[in-house]
Each structure stands twice: as structure tokens, then as C-alpha cells.
């Protein structure tokens, strides 16, 4: 299983609205991965997690936060966003140890705040 | 981390070699570069990954000169599937996770 799988695939919520995006990988992989990316640009890395502990926060706004409940779920919990975070989310796993590690990532969930 | 340059963006037709072109100057020892694709409204896909000289898989090659700082991928015969964004990164293992930073990409149009 090389899969990266991520629900909902689409969410429309208003801005006052609490919800969450979830992520589950089978790979083993102990550092898992939140990008945000808008139309036509490149993947931004929000928030990296490795062995369940929070590694990385790119400055993230706290209206997105990370959870990562065991090693095969991360969630993102999204809470008073606004329009501007309208993006593709994509959730992305690794292996950890090793050198040039490969990323394996999801098909994005596509976000409309409204 | 070392930051990448790549063209936005590239033409070819349909049967052509496309070479892009990734340059890193500030890479690392321990660094990897590797190659992403991407098609809209989807996931980035892993294409392929090399440290030096030469990588070829079964859809590309990776050609990386002695001091590392660029690389050029190289696709053989493209076809009109292979219009996609192309992602160059370069990378290290940290010893917890690896921080990999997505530079602007090449946007390759393909065309009969």
C-alpha cells in the first residue's frame, strides 16, 4: 500500500464554521506533512510531524491546526478562516532516517471558505 | 536549505527529448535532489531522485554535474500526458523529518 489517502476531497464552509481535514497513510512512514497550495503556484509547507510530535510550523495562522491523533492519521483543524484560505491541501508522508527522503502525497482536499 | 531556480515554463511537441534545467547553487553535502510532477487539481507524483552523475528510471533521467549545482531532468519523447508542472527540490534528512521546500517549478506544455 503506497497510498496517501485524504477526506473530504472537496469542503465549502463559512467562515464562522469549525471543520477538519484527515489524512491516513499504511506506509510505516513516522513524519507526516501538511502543504497548502493556491492556483498556479507551488506547494507551501505548513506543518511538518515527526513520530507524532510537531516538528516544523511554517507560521501558520492558529485558525489551522494540526493533530496528529497515532503514526497513520493527521488531521487539520480549521476554525474562523477566511476567504484567502481557499487553497488545495495536501497531506504528504516520508520515511524517516535515511538520507534524500521521498514524499508520497495525497490527492488534496479542495477548500472553499465562504 | 538550498533554494532552486527553474523556467516557469517550457513548450515542446509531441515525440521531442525535454530537458529541464534546476539550478542549486547553495546545495548541501548531504542534500538529494529530486524531481516531482504534477497535474492539475492533483497531488505531486514523484518522478525521480539522484545525488550525482547520472539516474535513469523507466521515465526519466537525472543528469547532475560534478559540483552539484544544478541538475537537469530529462524526459524522452514526451507525450501530450506529460504536460504537467515539473518540481525540482533539493533535500537532507534532519534526523526527525525531512523540511522540503517546493521552488517555483516549470509548467511543460506539450503539443502535436
Known amino acids: 500500500d503506497t497510498e496517501v489517502t485524504q477526506t473530504p476531497k472537496h469542503l465549502v464552509m463559512g467562515m464562522t464554521n469549525k471543520k477538519s481535514l484527515k489524512c491516513e497513510q499504511h506506509?510505516?512512514?513516522?513524519?507526516m506533512y501538511w502543504y497548502k497550495q493556491k492556483a498556479k503556484k507551488p506547494p507551501e509547507l505548513m506543518f511538518v510531524?515527526?513520530?507524532?510530535?510537531?516538528?516544523i510550523n511554517e507560521s501558520v495562522p492558529s485558525r489551522f491546526s494540526p493533530e496528529c491523533p497515532n503514526s497513520s492519521l493527521l488531521n487539520l483543524h480549521l476554525h474562523a478562516l477566511q476567504p484567502e484560505d481557499s487553497a488545495l491541501y495536501l497531506c504528504?508522508?516520508?520515511?524517516?532516517?535515511?538520507?534524500?527522503?521521498?514524499?508520497?502525497f495525497g490527492e488534496g482536499s479542495w477548500l472553499t471558505v465562504v | 536549505l538550498a533554494k532552486t531556480t527553474q523556467p516557469i515554463s517550457m513548450d515542446s511537441y509531441e515525440g521531442q527529448e525535454v530537458n529541464i534545467t534546476c539550478s542549486h547553487n547553495?546545495?548541501?553535502?548531504?542534500?538529494?535532489i529530486t524531481w516531482y510532477q504534477q497535474f492539475p487539481s492533483q497531488g505531486p507524483r514523484f518522478i525521480i531522485q539522484?545525488?550525482?552523475t547520472k539516474v535513469t528510471n523507466e521515465v526519466a533521467s537525472l543528469f547532475i554535474p560534478a559540483d552539484r549545482k544544478s541538475s537537469t531532468l530529462s524526459l524522452p519523447r514526451v507525450s501530450l500526458s506529460d504536460t504537467a508542472v515539473y518540481y525540482c527540490?533539493?533535500?537532507?534528512?534532519?534526523?526527525?523529518?525531512?523540511?522540503?521546500?517546493f521552488g517555483t517549478g516549470t509548467r511543460l506544455q506539450v503539443t502535436l
Open positions: 504528504a508522508s516520508t520515511p524517516v532516517g535515511g538520507a534524500g527522503n521521498t514524499i508520497y
Open positions: 527540490l533539493v533535500g537532507r534528512e534532519t534526523g526527525t523529518a525531512s523540511k522540503l521546500t
Open positions: 506506509m510505516g512512514h513516522r513524519a
Open positions: 510531524y515527526s513520530y507524532e510530535k510537531l516538528s
Open positions: 547553495n546545495i548541501a553535502t548531504n542534500d538529494y
Open positions: 539522484g545525488y550525482k
